[in-house]
């Protein structure tokens, strides 16, 4: 079964140094992998996505992400972080085997400190 | 949260009361869903539609109903067979496409606590 796991239930960076929050998963076959954001009491937004090619993902926001096959891992990062960028994030890989459905991390809490 | 509308914000329940949570795309999506997030989870899958007029049970299924008489409208009625009902309720929409590669767009959510 697919399955996808964020280590980590907070992280806290200050503002300006880089910020990496961690998502690692399970899967048969190749992986189609997410990240999310959610703000406060508001839905989630899309910032971006792996299905193939290049393992360097550039998303919305200044984030990307990288893909590593051989760590089966999907890292978001963001070279100097903004207070604005604190909120809770998500990392959801495809089903493969359940109509394609996604499976959800249980998020992350990226707190940034001035 | 683009062109996906989900009312109200908040929504008060008594007990054994059915409610039911609109969910409005103008996307022209074809594929629409409902999840549940409780704090220090997933989101968890409620029901999902491909099509207008037909619809599938996601992991947690019971105790909720839809119906998808309209590509644009997918509600969501929470019985009171759902014994725990108070979450936060996502909608979210997506063009579907071959091996699962499309992106899902989110509503703001509805917060539903049961009195």
């Known amino acids: 079964a697919q399955s996808v796991a964020q280590p980590e239930d907070q992280v806290n960076v200050a503002e300006g140094n880089p910020l990496t929050v961690k998502c690692t998963y399970s899967v048969s076959g190749n992986p189609y992998l997410f990240w999310y954001v959610q703000y406060p009491n508001r839905g989630l937004q899309f910032l971006l996505k792996?299905?193939?090619?290049d393992n360097l993902v550039k998303g919305s926001y200044g984030f990307e992400a990288e893909f590593n096959k051989s760590q089966t891992s999907f890292h978001l990062k963001k070279p100097s972080a903004l207070v604005s960028d604190s909120a809770l994030y998500f990392c959801?890989?495809?089903?493969?085997?359940?109509?394609?459905?996604?499976?959800w991390g249980a998020g992350t809490k990226l707190i940034i400190k001035p | 949260d683009g062109g996906i509308t989900q009312s109200p914000k908040y929504l008060f329940r008594k007990e054994g009361q059915n409610v039911t949570l609109s969910c409005e795309q103008n996307l022209n999506h074809d594929a629409m869903y409902w999840y549940r997030q409780d704090p220090g989870q997933g989101l968890r899958l409620i029901y999902y539609?491909?099509?207008?007029?037909?619809?599938q049970k996601g992991d947690i299924a019971e105790g909720y109903s839809v119906s998808r008489e309209k590509k644009e409208s997918f509600p969501l009625t929470v019985t009171s067979a759902q014994k725990n009902p108070t979450a936060f309720y996502l909608c979210?929409?997506?063009?579907?496409?071959?091996?699962?590669?499309?992106?899902?767009?989110f509503g703001p959510g509805t917060r539903l606590t049961v009195l």
């Open positions: 792996y299905i193939t090619g």
């Open positions: 979210a929409s997506s063009i579907p496409r071959l091996g699962g590669t499309d992106t899902q767009y």
């Open positions: 959801a890989v495809r089903d493969l085997d359940s109509n394609y459905q996604l499976i």
């Open positions: 539609s491909q099509i207008v007029n037909d619809f």
